[in-house]
């Protein structure tokens, strides 16, 4: 009862602290009370007790130059000497709320503080315990390349810049592409830094359970893991915290399609299914090990539940939006790209093929294009949106860097509209969003869908496969709209009817902005108070 009053009047937390300029024993409770009257001349009642039948109150109040405690602590501060006073319970009670509004507003704006004093109460008022102090460890599968888990990965190192980040394969490369990754210690094991190894990951995947079980975590408080393999695994001591953001099952193991198409050959089935047993086991008992999982969508939490028999806590992952004041959204007519007159609804390819010239000629063809930006792997679909474009004449642009690189590049030789760009830097992407029509994103079984969110934070639509995670990035009619099956008909007759023009490239940002990275990091941690706090009560 008494860190439930704290915690709802300025989410502090008790236990002795330490404030400059203040001596005695005191809980962070008190000390902020002496610090909102420092800042603001007003008095802070915090209280410190409630007993429902008697309305028997206890308070720490500060008033004028006096301090005053009803836990009866001597404490001295500007040399005066505080004693304990009484005050009718249901008065302190009313004022406490009103004076505490006031205090709050003024104590964070910090007035009349010196710097240590200002962290501390912009600390009580942000968290109600110092995660600075925690020693942590930050666990992920793989940095050998880059994608949305990474960029999690590294949100979540903002919260703790100075713990290292253990890893399997790690190409040193990833670095000089990726900026964030420049200030991080990296640890991984020296023999799985080989070329080879690098190229053909997929060849060891039996080993990365041991890679990971071998880690010694015993000296940390608290280990984040972050993973969609085999990173969640990793072996911690009973006085350590363990943390999983899950950002799916593994997908290869649980019948979601993967990277590649092994799976589906017999003579790879020969090898794999006694492998994928002995491997669906260990990650069942894997993921019992974390005490608490966070996850990226409903819809992965779904397969947690029915995979795993645990529930998880939607925490939707960070994307990097620009700031409102910066945006600048293209005029929709502007960005039209297919003619005014709307082609009736067609099944037939070779039919939406044959009307595409129509819809198409040198009045109505402009610059702007539909845009890819995704992982070029096979289970990305990235062909379906390649085909659909190329034999519909239409503008497309393709960013991203994968396994099946090579396999599309060469099917885009077929197509003059489409345009292979590569691994593209996020300081160009802003440039590459501005002139896109919409964003196209074909996966199956996404597991959330961080790129349509990007897209919509750049002010431009989806188009996507109505699958998995996508239904809860997209507001159908107001930030996107969905095509029912993974063909390349289905998606062409989507991109015939679209109209830009019916998008709101605000109403796109402000759903964006409920995805935003601050957003991320604000959850995110207080997730951890949360947990830690639980954490510490059951092991006392």
């Keep these: 009862m008494l860190l439930d009053f704290i915690s709802s009047w300025g989410r502090c937390t008790v236990g002795d602290v330490s404030v400059p300029g203040v001596s005695g024993s005191m809980d962070k409770a008190e000390s902020l009370a002496i610090l909102a009257w420092k800042s603001t001349r007003v008095a802070l009642i915090v209280p410190l007790s409630f007993s429902p039948l008697s309305f028997g109150v206890g308070f720490s109040l500060v008033f004028g130059p006096l301090t005053i405690f009803s836990t009866g602590a001597e404490v001295s501060t500007e ?8 005050v009718t319970a249901m008065i302190k009670m009313i004022v406490s709320e009103i004076i505490f509004v006031v205090t709050r507003h003024h104590s964070s704006t910090s007035r009349g503080l010196n710097e240590p004093e200002k962290t501390f109460v912009r600390n009580c008022y942000t968290t109600g315990m110092d995660l600075s102090k925690l020693k942590v460890a930050i666990v992920h599968d793989y940095l050998n390349a880059w994608g949305g888990a990474e960029a999690v990965v590294a949100a979540i190192h903002e919260l703790f810049p100075r713990s290292p980040v253990y890893t399997s394969l790690y190409d040193p490369l990833l670095k000089n592409k990726v900026p964030a990754m420049l200030s991080w210690k990296v640890i991984s094991p020296d023999w799985l830094q080989g070329k080879l190894l690098l190229i053909f990951p997929k060849y060891i995947t039996f080993i990365f359970p041991w890679v990971f079980e071998s880690f010694d975590l015993s000296s940390y408080d608290l280990v984040i893991s972050s993973s969609a393999a085999f990173a969640k695994g990793v072996l911690t001591v009973p006085e350590t915290l363990h943390i999983n953001y899950c950002h799916t099952p593994p997908r290869f193991l649980y019948g979601y399609p993967g990277e590649t198409d092994k799976r589906t050959k017999w003579y790879w089935q020969l090898i794999l299914r006694p492998l994928d047993s002995y491997l669906r086991l260990w990650d069942y008992q894997a ?29 939707y992952p960070p994307i990097d939006i620009p700031s409102a004041s910066g945006s600048s959204f293209p005029s929709a007519s502007s960005r039209t790209v297919i003619a005014s007159e709307p082609a009736k609804k067609r099944s037939n390819l070779d039919e939406i093929a044959a009307v595409a010239p129509l819809l198409r000629n040198d009045e109505t063809s402009i610059k702007p294009y539909f845009l890819v930006v995704s992982r070029l792997s096979a289970f990305k679909n990235v062909n379906l949106a390649i085909e659909a474009c190329g034999r519909l004449n239409l503008p497309l642009k393709v960013a991203g860097t994968g396994r099946d690189e090579g396999k599309l590049r060469e099917l885009a030789k077929s197509y003059p509209s489409v345009e292979m760009l590569g691994f593209v830097e996020d300081k160009d992407l802003p440039d590459l969003y501005a002139g896109a029509l919409a964003l196209i994103y074909s996966t199956v079984d996404e597991d959330f869908g961080m790129s349509l969110v990007e897209a919509n934070g750049w002010g431009k639509p989806v188009i996507a496969l109505r699958s998995g995670g996508h239904v809860e990035a997209i507001k159908e009619g107001f930030t996107g709209e969905f095509f029912e099956t993974p063909t390349v008909a289905a998606l062409s007759e989507k991109l ?13 940002y402000n759903w964006a902005a409920k995805f935003s990275k601050e957003r991320f990091l604000k959850e995110f941690r207080e997730f951890i108070e949360k947990a830690w706090t639980g954490f510490q009560a059951k092991r006392q």
Excluded: W
């Design 79 to 86: 040399g005066k000497r505080l004693q304990p006073v009484k």
């Design 287 to 315: 993921m019992q090990r974390p005490n608490n999982i966070v996850c990226n969508s409903q819809n992965v939490a779904d397969r947690i539940r029915k995979f795993y028999r645990r529930e998880a806590t939607v925490i």
């Design 496 to 508: 015939i009817n679209f109209k830009d023009d019916h998008y709101s490239s605000e109403e796109c």
